[in-house]
């Protein structure tokens, strides 16, 4: 039988505890956004991905012609550029692929003795087909494919972690 999910009462933790709000991941590609700032924030994006560690990092990174949708510096000296998805769509992938290149190329007019990594990351749930199909494009197009656990697994460790602390919380 599978395990019941728990849930929580989103709205009076934003009015009670507010600084907890950052686990609520919620939908779409702002969910994507919100885990990679907590993955950033509690110093792990660059372990998971095996990058060198993070100086300083921009989510909405404005360019000439559009916006990243993260920038990281390295302390090597390197730029990694994100564009994060919500989904696993043809489509998607193919923009976020393209998106990445331009975003590339821009960055690297403003910082041309700089190795720049192209990142693309998008939830995925188990092993996938399309996972793999899109691992090998972004390799044939010199992109790093990240992906994320499925979103509600990783908001799961969040709400764990507060009925933890806050059992009162819990939606019954």
Same mark, same amino acid.
Request: net charge neutral; with cysteine.
């Given at each position: 039988?599978?395990?019941?999910?728990?849930? %929580?009462?989103?709205?009076? #933790? $934003?009015? $009670?505890?507010?600084?907890?709000?950052?686990?609520?991941?919620?939908?779409? $590609?702002?969910?994507?956004?919100?885990?990679?700032?907590?993955?950033?924030?509690? =110093?792990?994006?660059? &372990?998971?991905?095996?990058?060198?560690?993070?100086?300083?990092? &921009?989510?909405?990174?404005?360019?000439?012609?559009?916006?990243?949708?993260?920038?990281?510096?390295?302390?090597? =000296?390197? %730029?990694?550029?994100?564009?994060?998805?919500?989904?696993?769509?043809?489509?998607? #992938?193919?923009? =976020? #692929?393209?998106?990445?290149?331009? +975003?590339?190329?821009?960055? =690297?007019?403003?910082?041309?003795?700089? !190795?720049?990594?192209?990142?693309?990351?998008?939830?995925?749930? !188990?092993?996938?087909?399309?996972?793999?199909?899109?691992?090998?494009?972004?390799?044939?197009?010199?992109? %790093?494919?990240?992906?994320? !656990?499925?979103?509600? &697994?990783?908001?799961?460790? !969040?709400?764990?972690? %507060?009925?933890?602390? +806050?059992?009162? +919380?819990?939606?019954?």
């Amino acid at each position: 039988m599978a395990k019941k999910r728990k849930t %929580i009462d989103w709205e009076t #933790i $934003e009015r $009670e505890k507010p600084n907890l709000r950052c686990l609520h991941l919620g939908h779409g $590609e702002k969910a994507v956004t919100r885990l990679l700032k907590n993955l950033l924030w509690v =110093g792990k994006l660059s &372990e998971a991905w095996d990058l060198s560690n993070v100086l300083w990092h &921009e989510f909405e990174f404005p360019l000439p012609r559009g916006k990243a949708d993260l920038v990281l510096f390295h302390a090597d =000296g390197t %730029i990694s550029v994100v564009e994060a998805k919500d989904r696993l769509d043809t489509r998607q #992938i193919v923009a =976020g #692929i393209g998106q990445l290149s331009m +975003y590339a190329v821009q960055v =690297g007019f403003s910082r041309s003795n700089t !190795g720049i990594r192209k990142i693309l990351t998008v939830p995925v749930e !188990g092993k996938s087909d399309d996972a793999l199909l899109i691992d090998q494009a972004c390799r044939d197009a010199g992109v %790093i494919f990240e992906p994320l !656990g499925p979103i509600q &697994e990783h908001e799961d460790v !969040g709400i764990d972690l %507060i009925l933890s602390r +806050y059992p009162q +919380y819990e939606k019954k």
